[in-house]
């Protein structure tokens, strides 16, 4: 993978973090209750939330249940702070 691969990645990665602490906050939920409500393990989340690791679609899938958000809506606006992103640096 070439270093502008990576740092899109890396871009995407950091957006779809930034929404779904967004999000969190909206929906005024906890990692608690998402780790009572999905599979998904509170260290896990934790790292998915800082951006310390990449999302995978089960877990994006399952996170967005709880609070009933479109994860292709959350993808979407994920995309569009990642392309903003670019831009900037």
Not at 37 to 55: A, M
Not at 61 to 87: H, N, W, Y
């Amino acid at each position: 993978m070439d270093m502008v691969s990576k740092t899109v990645e890396r871009d995407l990665q950091q957006a779809l973090a930034a929404e779904l602490r967004a999000i969190q906050g909206v929906a005024s939920i906890t990692v608690r209750t998402w780790v009572a409500d999905t599979s998904v393990s509170p260290d896990s989340v934790y790292r998915i939330l800082r951006g310390d690791r990449p999302v995978s679609v089960v877990e994006l899938i399952l996170l967005c249940q709880v609070i009933k958000e479109d994860p292709f809506d959350l993808i979407a606006r994920a995309m569009k702070r990642a392309e903003g992103s670019q831009t900037t640096t």
